[in-house]
């Protein structure tokens, strides 16, 4: 009768816990699936400028050498939007600060580092690459993605222009937009590894 109590209850608060009975009873290892990274049709789009949502707003211009924009990132898009919707933020640099370089980099084409971020309880997803002056392409070089309370590895990207946004492995497209004196959009689009 205890133990029946036991799963009875078990089986009420796992679903809370993001767990399943079933995943619960069986033995480590035992009937759970391992994740498969995969690849991810993507589009991220985030507001920073006034108007956008509390405190969003940018310091520093896309031709600065740094700057920082604090936005809203939008769901429902034409791809998978997650988990770049709700509170994030984003930095530019014109040199490796937080983001790693890459081998050959030719930096009058790559021109800025961005840093893309959202950060909840679970953990902080991150994009990570360079950007080229027009702000067009996005070659990343690192980066985690939380998925299902798990920070999973986004793999590089290469830096073959002609594969942007439709070439699995190829880098991002970029949408860069002013809005004003103290804004931006900013908008990615392609695939990702992870």
Known sequence: ???????VLIGLLLPLLGATAAEA???PGEGRTAYEPSWHKVHFHMNAYPGAGPGAECAGFSYHQYGWCVGYGESG??????????????????????????DGRDTHHWWRELQVTKRTGLGTSAL???VD?????YRLTGGQILVDGHLRHVQATSNV??????VKGGPLFV???DRGS???VLGLRGWLFY
Do not use: N
């Open 25 to 27: 009873a069986s033995a």
């Open 133 to 137: 002056r027009h702000w067009g392409t």
């Open 77 to 102: 898009l034409s791809a998978q939007s997650a988990p770049f919707e709700g509170a994030v933020d984003w930095y530019w640099e014109d040199h490796a600060k937080r983001c790693r370089d890459f």
């Open 175 to 177: 949408h860069y937009a």
């Open 1 to 7: 009768m205890m133990t029946r109590i036991l799963a």
């Open 161 to 166: 222009v002609a594969d942007r946004e439709h």
């Open 128 to 130: 990570c690459g360079w």
């Open 182 to 184: 103290r804004g931006y």
